[in-house]
């Protein structure tokens, strides 16, 4: 098979393709997770929640760097701020979001229910 001026082998942009969206769905999936977590446990989000947000307010170019010292220059950086990316807007999306205020509507009877 000829050389590609595009990509010299063609199986690793294949690879890191999957594993980017891999590490996103898993990132999404732990943070609905924790979030689900925070939002049934108040004393929970109370203690962890504010660390989370504290985290999430560092921007990824400063944890960037911190990432690559401590894993080394590879992959492993790569997916994990793929990870961050993912996780923390996600789970402060969702715990601020989902109080139980919301949960109200789907509480009601069938005949007390209001069409929008």
Do not use: D
Request: with cysteine; net charge positive.
């Amino acid at each position: 098979m000829p050389r590609s001026f595009a990509s010299p082998q063609p199986n690793i942009p294949g690879r890191g393709i999957l594993a980017g969206y891999s590490v996103r769905f898993w990132g999404l999936v732990v943070a609905i997770g924790v979030a689900t977590v925070f939002v049934h446990n108040r004393r929970l989000q109370e203690i962890f929640f504010p660390v989370v947000v504290m985290f999430n307010s560092i921007p990824v170019v400063a944890k960037a760097p911190i990432l690559v010292l401590m894993m080394g220059n590879g992959v492993s950086p790569k997916i994990a701020i793929a990870a961050l990316v993912c996780f923390f807007p996600t789970l402060v999306n969702s715990v601020r979001n989902n109080g139980p205020e919301l949960w109200e509507p789907a509480k009601r009877q069938p005949e007390q229910a209001t069409l929008l």
